[in-house]
């Protein structure tokens, strides 16, 4: 049981390019999240996927994509980076908002 | 935009005192606060999930308790540990997803 699986773990983009981060879980809960960290702002949230086949809008939706590919799969795309997309994101998953939120361990996005 | 508060930013004490921090939050639609331990380098780790008014949970050393008529839950930890040195978040659920607080940054000195 490897909870929440988050790939690559670090990242260096140039100005421009794509990439695409993926997220999988393995305890069948049907919500998925994607957050960004950065100094002082906490965690954000980016997009999240409340069951499959759905997605939606956070606070922080500009610049990214995603797409719900089954049940365990959630990846966040970046079209066109720029540098203010460099931060640490992390993907989490839950089965209900009152259960606990599993998150995984982060990757290290450097936008130059 | 909803806001959802912590207090203190940030704290330091001594090896074997006790603390608290403050979460604020909507005190309307409340459905669930969560309360999670985040170490340097690390993943936000979970805590407490609190759903009713006048909750009170515990594990080990730290315990919560929540109020959603007046929109607070506190966190406590009794006699501090190196080991509890990490950032605490609070995270709000509103619908479908979750807003978390900017944190308390706790720092334990041995």
């Not at chain 1, 999240?33 to 409340?50: E, H, K, T, V």
């Not at chain 2, 985040?38 to 407490?48: G, V």
């Not at chain 2, 479908?96 to 940054?105: A, L």
Request: aromatic share 12%; with cysteine.
């Amino acid at each position: 049981n490897a909870g929440v699986t988050q790939t690559p773990k670090f990242q260096v983009l140039k100005t421009g390019q794509s990439m695409t981060l993926q997220c999988a879980q393995d305890m069948n809960h049907n919500s998925m999240y994607w957050y960004r960290q950065d100094p002082g702002m906490g965690l954000r949230l980016i997009y999240y996927s409340a069951s499959e086949g759905t997605t939606d809008k956070g606070e922080v939706p500009n610049g990214y994509n995603v797409s719900r590919l089954n049940k365990r799969e959630f990846s966040l795309r970046l079209e066109s980076a720029a540098p203010s997309q460099t931060s640490v994101y992390f993907c989490a998953s839950i089965e209900d908002r009152q259960e606990t939120q599993y998150f995984g361990p982060g990757t290290r996005l450097l936008v130059l | 935009i909803l806001n959802v508060e912590q207090s203190p930013q940030s704290l330091h004490v001594q090896e074997g005192d006790s603390t608290n921090f403050t979460c604020s939050f909507p005190s309307s639609n409340f459905y669930a606060l969560h309360w999670y331990r985040w170490e340097t380098a690390k993943s936000p780790e979970a805590l407490f999930v609190m759903t009713l008014n006048g909750d009170e949970k515990k594990k080990g050393r730290i315990s919560a308790t929540l109020n959603t008529k007046e929109g607070y839950s506190y966190l406590y930890i009794k006699g501090s540990q190196p080991e509890d040195s990490a950032t605490y978040l609070c995270a709000f659920c509103w619908g479908q997803n979750f807003v978390f607080g900017p944190g308390t940054r706790l720092s334990v000195l041995p």
